[in-house]
């Protein structure tokens, strides 16, 4: 029988911070891709019902599920509740820290009977290099099963009986539990051909759940929104890849920004742009580590360009820019969104912007950490490539992949790049070309001012002589390139709200096509934050707080959102998205200081 796709928002997930799962309500894997984010898919019937391979754990006589996190934690339950019976699975994958004394990396599934006798049906069926590859099916006796592949080896570790399937892929089991009875699955990469060990995956669970909590104690946000922020950074924290302190801009790849369109995006990577608001918003909330990472992956990052050659906007999580963009025909993609796409072509676009949004979390990580004269530069020295190309042509914050343009947003956040180089080098006495700097931050604010400025729409458009509003420039304010009674970006807040606002939803830009590429999107939930933002800088603090309290009923069962809000009111494209959940701590801490105020 053929699986059912799950709404994307029906989805929670757990994560050791080198890769993560997602768990669908009903019980099911179907996202995993083990060792790191940008690893073939071990699990991927989310992408492919048939094909792609699943890890399903489900009570048999369940009619409706619930889902939560265990406070303050990424440690997922799925309750199924039925008349005669209560069952539940507790999901998580044990982080690979020096605190834990085994080594991490398990996927560990603990199934209970809350009440009554509950039934799980077991379904443990790998497809390995996004079922590309082949591989075989043993069962071990006291151990569980084996699967291997010239790719890899996966140890079920159960003391659960096992079945091999009709097919010889996969492991089934039926395994009835009596109220309070309860019992252990673990899926271990490359693991050990071992029995568990008596109270293993108790002292796993109790280490992992100490680990999330005692990370969330160091959060100083006590605003009135602060179990939505807590999740907002918990999320963050579950895409962060720790050996090199690398972010992901979500943990998927290809799932559509419209059901049936070709907008489908592998985003497995560490965008330079996403990566330095994600430490912004970390920042805010007091999570230095993070942020120190990130800044040592930057210096790196910097370090190794030549002088003469652009950074890529977007790299794996090992540093490597070599991500091609490959179609996986054999998939069908979500619930038929064709091209599955791993890798993204867009690593070679050129994005100004980047310079901006990178110096902008340079400047705020220094007055808690004062950054090294190495760092300073690195990026000194990519101030010196900017300057000679900022006024060309790029594909803009929105990657289109239509004529490159000469953004608006480019252009801000040119300005806001030299901005910044000029308040860290006056705050620190930092050698810097200051009056050659403070000349491109002028001619940079004249562009955007004077050619980026459409009497005729009355607001600030995408790009001189495009008369097309775009979303992005919501953040000037945010940014202090305009102030918030600024006449010019009022008139613009009101053309936005006018044309590009739904309630409380917005569209990065209007729907015409000049992206290059075919089809329709969502509203875009980082634009729906930003324009949060846009509102309580303006003094409308009842209109912001109203969009804000609306925009947190897009969130889905455990407070997570993905890049987009389809029509009726799904979620659309790659999930978790880090920017959303960036923009809403964000929107949440100057929405509160505003109304403190």
Request: glycine content about 10%.
């Amino acid at each position: 029988m053929r699986r059912p796709y799950l709404p994307i928002a029906e989805h929670g997930v757990i994560g050791d911070l080198r890769t993560v799962a997602l768990v669908g309500t009903d019980g099911t894997i179907d996202w995993y891709c083990p060792g790191r984010f940008d690893a073939p898919s071990l699990f991927g019937c989310l992408l492919d019902a048939e094909r792609g391979g699943w890890f399903s754990l489900r009570c048999r006589t369940s009619r409706e599920q619930k889902q939560l996190y265990l406070s303050d934690t990424n440690v997922l339950i799925t309750r199924f509740l039925a008349p005669e019976a209560v069952g539940e699975v507790v999901d998580f994958i044990v982080p690979r820290l020096r605190e834990f004394r085994a080594p991490g990396g398990s996927l560990v599934r603990q199934a209970a009977s809350v009440r009554g006798t509950a039934v799980f049906e077991l379904d443990c069926r790998p497809a390995f290099d996004y079922g590309r590859a082949t591989h075989t099916t043993t069962l071990v006796e006291g151990v569980g099963a084996v699967f291997e592949s010239a790719l890899g080896r996966v140890v079920l570790r159960t003391p659960v009986p096992l079945r091999v399937g009709a097919d010889g892929l996969g492991v089934t089991a039926e395994v009835p539990l009596a109220e309070g009875e309860h019992v252990d699955v673990v899926l271990d990469w490359e693991g050990e051909v071992r029995p568990l060990a008596p109270g293993e995956t108790e002292r796993q669970f109790r280490g992992t759940a100490a680990f999330w909590q005692n990370w969330l104690s160091g959060s100083r946000y006590q605003g009135r929104w602060r179990e939505v922020v807590n999740r907002s950074a918990l999320a963050l924290k579950l895409l962060v890849y720790h050996p090199t302190g690398a972010l992901v801009a979500a943990p998927t790849t290809s799932l559509p920004e419209e059901l049936g369109g070709e907008r489908n995006w592998d985003y497995r990577y560490a965008w330079l742009r996403d990566a330095a608001f994600t430490v912004y918003a970390l920042m805010n909330l007091g999570f230095l580590e993070e942020a120190t990472a990130f800044m040592e992956w930057v210096r790196v990052r910097c370090e190794e360009v030549p002088a003469d050659r652009d950074l890529h906007i977007m790299y794996a999580v090992d540093g490597s820019p070599d991500i091609p963009e490959v179609h996986l025909d054999h998939l069908e993609g979500y619930c038929g969104s064709g091209p599955v796409r791993i890798g993204n072509g867009a690593v070679d676009q050129v994005q100004h912007d980047v310079y901006g949004e990178l110096m902008d979390s340079v400047h705020l990580y220094n007055r808690e950490v004062p950054i090294s004269y190495d760092l300073w530069t690195a990026l000194s020295r990519r101030l010196d490539w900017l300057a000679d190309h900022w006024e060309e042509p790029d594909e803009g914050i929105w990657e289109v992949r239509g004529p490159r343009q000469r953004f608006t947003y480019s252009g801000l956040m040119t300005w806001v790049a030299y901005d910044r180089g000029l308040r860290l080098a006056r705050d620190r006495g930092l050698p810097a070309p200051e009056g050659r700097w403070r000349k491109l931050a002028a001619r940079a604010y004249r562009f955007v001012q004077q050619e980026c400025w459409d009497p005729a729409t009355g607001a600030f458009v995408m790009a001189p002589g495009s008369g097309l509003l775009d979303a992005s420039v919501l953040c000037m304010p945010l940014v202090k390139f305009a102030g918030p009674t600024d006449p010019r970006f009022l008139s613009t807040l009101e053309r936005i709200r006018a044309e590009l606002v739904s309630d409380s939803l917005v569209h990065r830009y209007a729907r015409t096509g000049h992206d290059g590429l075919s089809g329709d999107e969502g509203t875009f939930n980082l634009c729906s934050f930003w324009y949060v933002d846009a509102l309580t800088a303006a003094g409308r603090l009842a209109e912001a707080r109203l969009v804000f309290d609306k925009m947190l009923t897009y969130a889905n069962h455990v407070g997570l959102y993905a890049e987009e809000i389809g029509p009726s009111g799904e979620a659309l494209g790659n999930f978790p998205q880090a920017f959303t959940h960036l923009a809403l701590i964000s929107a949440a801490i100057n929405l509160d200081r505003a109304l403190e105020r």
